[in-house]
């Protein structure tokens, strides 16, 4: 029995991990689910969304790194974010403008832009691997650990490290302050009303003289914004390739939907339940049961639930349990 | 059909037989059997879209199914895999079976209260049970000869069969997603179908015991002559060299020989589809494309229509991926890219003309043709854009790296302007 | 001239056939008008149509002698119309002080003694002014949807069938807050499947059959008049 190796273990391997991967699929379905609340359809190009604006960022980061700009221990990119959002809120006004709004006045079912929004998607994604490529681009600098695994152990004197790396940290900080402000803008202000009244109740919120054009446009922009650092967190935490947008889709359409589409709450409860879900299924149990277990046992073969092969399965699968059981979601969303 | 109808599928033989002349028939031939099953995947698209308004975003999982049956179909079995692991695997199958059962019992059974956490301790402590028996029986069986087999194997039996099972394993997924959300938001059945594309494409690759994953299974039998045979037959020699180089000839005579299954499958299921779109089911299905409200208001049931269209949409589907494994030859599970051909097909359809099935076979044709041309066509266009910069240039190598990619964008903006400018496509709906 | 004066609409929606033919409507200010009929009769269509959420293919609506004929139905908020709609015509997800701010979206202004008005006139939306509004019973929701369009201080305030659905007691209550807006000024056009009860606080009433005027006069005398009894208020 060794209680505190194992938890130290599940925290380093599972809950560190996920508690960021949740974070950053928290953001993307906060997009998918405004887009949404608002335009009433599901964004298939909010995945390439993301991906394009960490596009910006990096190539923005690039450059400041070659003039020799640095954060000292935090990533550069963290300074490039703003250039990288201006960047995306521009290309995604223009695609509202040049694609969806042309939808919105002959008020055409939400599947027809669903459909042009796969048509965006590919629009999207030749652009983006036209201008970076298809390959992986490494663009995290500054310091990689807060506390390396060899340094906890020194420090706690357990068998087990557990280590966090600065991105983690960011990646929890810079999501939670955004929620906040999200939120703050959401529930105070007026614009943000605005919004909240128009996904409510169309009809009313034209009656009471909310102008459509203008939530929508701050859809977009908002949209765009957690999109890029969304994109930027995951690409710093993991890795970039235009690829894993295409993929990460689905967990966030999940996490929208588990939360209840249209709700923010929801999209940032759903984002982390998703992100635990995964990680806890596909994490192999053995080791850490050997801790809990008698000295000297354990356990046979990897004792995990799924293969981490399966990781966006159990996005999946929650997705259709939700489906099956509560198709609103976890906050009632708006329609079913 | 009309005559401009007629007229569009006239330019595109010209421009096939112009690939032939300026090429060679066997590129040409080559893209022509590729164009005859992108037609059938377009037609079973056209079948959700087009007659229901169904957004199937998953054509490439349901494909992928028919790839499965023509490996479990035709491939010969493996007897020491089966002696190893065919208990364990049969067991686990069966502990899912039973696992499904539990569950449904549990979510009958239980009080509200504890519903949710009984039904996912019994899951989970289902999935250990069976993974218990499924490990051991998967390392065994994939222990066996890993370099050649390494999996169960099929069935041995003719592969065309398999084109009617691909079908079949097709519509049945397509039923259990249809099941679960046809009832739901339009949108819903398009991120469900997204999702059960990717996990029917995870398990082809990772899944050895069954597909050999990314190992891919290769020479499945053949329902035509081998090119090596036709060479060293005496008739077919004296045959061929009026003609010209021998290889060259038996190579054409086998994409003729694929070309003559295919088109038969392909009227088959044209035939089939217009008879259903001119039948009152069509004409009903149509109504409720339309008016879903009315539809219901005057009694149909909409949910069973829909499911019924949607499944017979994916067999469709899945009859074109097994048609298209056995024209490969070899089951590749990582060439599936979900979301990329998924919607080509998509763009087939829609430029085709959705509710059209000449429309959505002349779509298949075309995009086909466009999608294998654009290649040389974006690679033209690079090097023409950058032939004012110097040869060592960064710029110009990477925007030539880049041409590949010059056809997403391509196809992508198509589909846009069409849906903007022409909505009902090359040869619309009547 | 009346402070509204709908004269002669005839219109439809879409390109549809017409509903009303040659209808009119007007009401003074600090009166109410109630238009009554029977089911199907277009009364709602009428009202949607003074609003300007129909194609009028004839006819003119003047609000104060302004011919706003051709405006639409948020620029006829800013001349001073206030709309309740029969349904859904709440935030359900937001709180009842949220209904009101966006009931007063388009003042620039300090709203704050609008606000105070609507509390006094609503006390019970001041105690559940923090709670979401789809929470609230039906009565309370329809105080909701008129003080939400009282918000913008309103000339002319119409509801639409305001009582649909609600207790005869809450839809008595509701007529004594109407009246109480009466007073004030404000000009009220309201449309009733409640005939009797609406006619008996209404100032002028118009009884609409299949979408022309049948019957025009003070609420007083149409509750009067044997023929209107008989045919539209069941004896």
């Not at chain 1, 600098?141 to 152990?153: E, L, V």
């Not at chain 2, 003609?243 to 392909?266: I, P």
Request: some cysteine.
């Amino acid at each position: 029995m060794d209680i505190l190796n194992a938890l130290v273990l599940f925290a380093n391997y599972v809950f560190v991990p996920a508690t960021a991967y949740g974070a950053q699929l928290a953001l993307g379905a906060l997009g998918v689910t405004l887009i949404f609340g608002i335009l009433r359809f599901a964004n298939f190009a909010h995945g390439e969304l993301m991906s394009f604006g960490t596009m910006a960022v990096i190539l923005a980061t690039w450059a400041l790194q070659d003039m020799g700009v640095s954060l000292g221990p935090l990533p550069t990119a963290l300074l490039a974010l703003p250039f990288g959002i201006a960047v995306t809120v521009v290309f995604a006004l223009l695609t509202d403008r040049y694609v969806f709004r042309f939808y919105r006045v002959k008020k055409s079912d939400p599947i027809i832009y669903a459909i042009a929004s796969v048509g965006v998607m590919f629009v999207m994604a030749g652009l983006i691997r036209v201008i970076i490529g298809p390959d992986d681009q490494s663009f995290a600098d500054g310091a990689r650990f807060i506390i390396t695994a060899r340094d906890f152990k020194e420090l706690t004197g357990l068998e087990e490290g557990l280590a966090i790396r600065v991105t983690q940290v960011i990646t929890i900080i810079v999501a939670l302050a955004v929620m906040a402000v999200l939120f703050w803008f959401l529930q105070r202000t007026r614009s943000g009303k605005a919004m909240r009244a128009y996904s409510d109740n169309e009809d009313l919120a034209l009656l009471s003289g909310i102008d459509p054009d203008k939530v929508v446009r701050m859809a977009w922009i908002i949209t765009a914004i957690l999109a890029t650092i969304a994109g930027t967190l995951y690409g710093l935490d993991k890795t970039y390739k235009p690829f894993i947008f295409q993929q990460i889709l689905l967990p966030i359409f999940a996490a929208a939907i588990l939360g209840g589409i249209g709700q923010p709450v929801g999209a940032i409860l759903g984002g982390f339940v998703v992100a635990y879900s995964e990680v806890t299924i596909t994490y192999a149990y053995k080791k850490f049961l050997a801790y809990l277990g008698p000295e000297g046992w354990a356990p046979e073969g990897l004792m995990q639930f799924l293969s981490t092969d399966y990781k966006f399965a159990v996005s999946f699968i929650i997705l259709v349990a939700v489906l099956l059981v509560r198709p609103t979601g976890i906050i009632r969303g708006k329609v079913i | 059909m009309s005559q401009r109808g007629a007229l569009y599928f006239g330019i595109f033989f010209l421009l096939l037989i112009a690939v032939g002349f300026g090429q060679s028939w066997n590129v040409a031939l080559g893209i022509l059997n590729l164009c005859l099953i992108s037609a059938i995947m377009s037609l079973g698209v056209n079948i959700q879209w087009g007659y229901a308004g169904l957004f199937n975003v998953g054509v490439m999982g349901f494909t992928a199914l028919g790839g499965l049956a023509a490996v479990l179909i035709s491939m010969p079995p493996v007897a020491e895999a089966w002696a190893v692991g065919g208990v364990g695997i049969g067991l686990s199958l069966l502990g899912l079976l039973i696992l499904v059962a539990a569950v449904i019992f549990v979510r009958n059974n239980v009080p509200r209260v504890f519903r949710f956490w009984a039904t996912l301790a019994v899951i989970l402590v289902g999935v250990v049970l069976i993974r218990l028996v499924y490990a051991p029986a998967v390392d065994r069986i994939e222990a066996i000869n890993p370099a050649h087999t390494g999996y169960l194997g099929g069935f041995n039996l003719p592969i065309v069969l398999s084109w009617v099972v691909g079908g079949a394993i097709a519509a049945g997924a397509g039923w259990l997603i249809g099941k679960i959300t046809l009832g739901l938001r339009a949108d819903y059945l398009a991120i469900a179908t997204l999702g059960i594309s990717e996990i029917i494409l995870a398990v082809l690759k990772y899944e050895e015991w069954l597909t050999r994953g990314v190992k891919n299974v290769t020479g499945l039998p053949r329902p035509v002559p081998y090119e090596v045979d036709l060479i060293a037959s005496a008739d077919f020699a004296a045959f061929a060299s009026r003609f010209g180089e021998v290889a060259d000839a038996a190579s054409v005579v086998v994409k003729l020989c694929y070309l003559v299954l295919f088109v038969a499958v392909l009227a088959i299921i044209m035939w089939l589809s217009e008879r259903a779109l001119k039948s009152p089911w069509g004409r009903m299905m149509r109504a409720i494309r339309d008016n879903r409200d009315a539809a219901s208001a005057m009694g149909k049931d909409v949910k069973a229509r829909h499911l019924q269209v949607f499944v017979l949409g994916c067999a469709v589907c899945g009859i074109a991926g097994a048609m298209l494994t056995t024209l490969d030859g070899q089951l590749t599970p990582t060439s599936y890219i979900p979301l990329r051909f998924t919607f080509l097909i998509w763009v087939m359809v829609i430029i085709g003309g959705s509710g059209n099935n000449w429309g959505a076979m002349l779509g298949g044709f075309v995009i086909w043709f466009l999608w294998i041309q654009a290649e040389p066509l974006g690679n033209w266009f690079m090097h023409a854009i950058t032939l004012f910069m110097g040869d060592d240039s960064w710029l110009k190598g990477h925007l030539i790296a880049g041409a590949a990619y010059t056809r997403l964008i391509l196809m992508g903006a198509l589909l846009l302007l069409v849906m903007r400018f022409a909505p009902r496509g090359l040869i619309p709906e009547r | 001239m009346s402070f509204l004066d709908a004269s002669h609409m005839t219109g439809g929606y879409g390109r549809g056939a017409d509903i009303i033919k040659d209808c009119t409507i007007t009401v003074e200010k600090g009166e109410i008008a109630v238009v009554v009929g029977p089911n199907g009769a277009g009364k709602s269509t009428a009202m949607k149509a003074v609003f300007g959420m129909l194609n009028l293919r004839e006819g003119a609506v003047l609000l104060d002698g302004q011919d706003i004929t051709d405006m639409a139905p948020q620029e006829r908020v800013r001349v001073g119309m206030g709309f309740v709609p029969q349904v859904r015509n709440i935030f359900v997800s937001m709180t009842v002080e949220e209904n009101l701010e966006m009931g007063a979206f388009i003042r620039d202004d300090d709203f704050q003694d609008t606000l105070g008005q609507v509390y006094d006139l609503f006390p019970v939306l001041r105690d559940k002014r923090n709670q979401p509004a789809g929470e609230l019973s039906g009565g309370q929701r329809q105080q909701v949807a008129v003080g939400r369009a009282l918000m913008t201080r309103p000339r002319l305030l119409m509801l639409d069938e305001p009582t649909a659905g609600v207790s005869p007691i809450v839809m008595d209550e509701l007529f004594d807050r109407i009246l109480e807006i009466a007073r004030t000024g404000i000009a009220i056009l309201m449309v009733e499947q409640n005939a009797r009860q609406a006619l008996e606080i209404a100032d002028h009433g118009f009884v609409l059959v299949n979408g022309e005027n049948r019957f025009t006069d003070t609420g007083k005398a149409l509750l009067a008049n044997p023929e209107v009894r008989r045919s539209f208020l069941g004896g």
